[in-house]
């Protein structure tokens, strides 16, 4: 198994700056691409960006050009600039591989305007 631990949410203003992380532990055969999801009240859960072992990273168009998602071997770090209010959500890590699927318990990420 594969077990994620999120940290870093808070509360920031717009335009600001905030940086998550997610360290994955446990079995290494079952670590591969990893990603951030979020899920705002009353909303379904949707993909922020992804990263897998080669680093090769691809983004939601709601985030590109002001989220950067970055990987250091099992660990990855969200960066997150210039928020909107739009960006408040549960951040949630993800790690696949080969049809494992492993979450997160998620990390609150509140933008007040």
């Known amino acids: 198994q594969v077990q994620l631990q999120e940290s870093g949410g808070g509360l920031v203003q717009t335009g600001g700056s905030l940086t998550l992380s997610c360290v994955a532990s446990?079995?290494?055969?079952?670590?591969?691409?990893m990603a951030w999801y979020r899920q705002a009240p009353g909303m379904r859960r949707e993909f922020v960006a992804q990263?897998?072992?080669?680093?090769n990273a691809v983004y939601s168009d709601s985030v590109k050009g002001r989220f950067t998602i970055s990987r250091d071997q099992n660990t990855i770090t969200l960066q997150m600039t210039r928020v909107k209010p739009e960006d408040t959500a549960v951040y949630y890590c993800?790690?696949?591989?080969?049809?494992?699927?492993?979450w997160g318990q998620g990390t609150q990420v509140t933008v007040s305007s």
């Open positions: 990263i897998n072992a080669n680093l």
């Open positions: 993800n790690n696949w591989r080969n049809g494992y699927d492993a």
């Open positions: 446990g079995n290494a055969n079952r670590i591969g691409r």
